[in-house]
């Protein structure tokens, strides 16, 4: 097992980062990047050996909600968790573990500030799937869409 590094990174690290990781870490994602600190939201970085093997943000929520739905999909909590989101994990560490690690430490330290943990993933992302089963999470909800041009349902079960 390989033995990962955690820390917040500053503003001006994730954008040293974005010089190594462009393909991720572009331009819209970077001017995204000081609203969330501004709300509370923290980024994450695991690190193996000095290299970067994987990045989440996280963040506070009240729900739960399809970031690409047009509509506004949520599925109210009773309380408060913690959401990891925009979980990355760069090609050379995929498949050794580096995700699913980093999860279960971030669920850890929820559990500090008294927090449950939720994650979500596309369904067609059967590689992100398969890290949050391994770290231990269970699936809750499920939220369906469909598209036909500019029509939009999205439906929570």
């Known amino acids: 097992q390989m033995q990962l590094v955690y820390e917040n990174p500053t503003l001006g ?30 980024p994450w970085v695991a690190r193996c050996d000095g290299e970067l093997a994987q990045l989440s943000w996280t963040g506070a929520r009240d729900h739960l909600w399809d970031p690409e739905a047009k509509a506004a999909a949520q599925i109210p909590l009773e309380s408060p968790v913690m959401m990891i989101y925009e979980s990355w994990t760069p090609p050379s ?12 430490h971030l669920a850890a330290e929820a559990r500090k500030e008294g927090l449950d943990t939720w994650t979500c993933c596309q369904g067609r992302d059967t590689r992100y799937l398969h890290e949050i089963e391994q770290a231990g999470f269970e699936r809750r909800a499920q939220m369906l869409r469909w598209r036909l041009f500019s029509f939009e349902k999205t439906r929570i079960r």
């Open 13 to 42: 690290e994730i954008a040293e980062l974005s010089l190594h990781y462009p393909d991720h870490l572009d331009a819209a994602r970077l001017r995204e990047a000081p609203r969330r600190l501004k709300q509370g939201d923290r």
């Open 93 to 104: 560490f995929r498949g050794h573990g580096a995700c699913s690690s980093a999860l279960r």
